[in-house]
């Protein structure tokens, strides 16, 4: 049985229905899995004055605003723990800021996690069509197997 697994969230159905998957799968296991919630910081682009484009600029929120965003993310990962604690498991909170992708890849590195369990899809839809999904992004680069909770 896997000892420590990944499960990032966004609070929405499709990564609900991958946390009552995870909670069924690892049920009265050793297993401990990190909830991770990532606060999304806005990414820019910006033009040089003769057009070319400079490279991406990450703004992050004003403090007031990151620690609303801090909180609801804490709300919503006590929540989402529930159906895991239930299941008889350890259930570790994280947060994160930055990119959803690039951090859950990091967060899988730094942790040495043998598994990520994700929805397919989040809130993001208009962002994943334009950008590339989360969890495509995170199933093409992720150095551990991932395990992708469809609707």
Known sequence: MLDK???????????????????????????????????????????WSDGL?????????????????????????????KPLRGAGLEVMPKIR??????EILQEAEEGDYEMIVMGSHGRGALGGFLLGSVSNRVTHHAKCPVL???E
Do not use: H, Q, W
């Open 5 to 47: 697994v990944l499960l990032p969230t966004d609070g929405s159905e499709t990564a609900e229905k991958a946390i009552a998957f995870a909670a069924k799968l690892f049920a009265n296991s050793s297993c401990r899995v990190t909830l991770l919630s990532v606060v999304e910081e806005p990414v820019y682009s910006a033009f």
């Open 53 to 81: 484009i400079a490279p991406e600029v990450l703004v992050p929120p004003p403090e007031e605003l990151r620690e609303e965003l801090d909180k609801r993310a804490e709300e919503m990962l006590a929540e989402s723990a």
């Open 97 to 102: 800021f930055g990119n959803s992708a690039a």
């Open 148 to 150: 992708i909770v469809r």
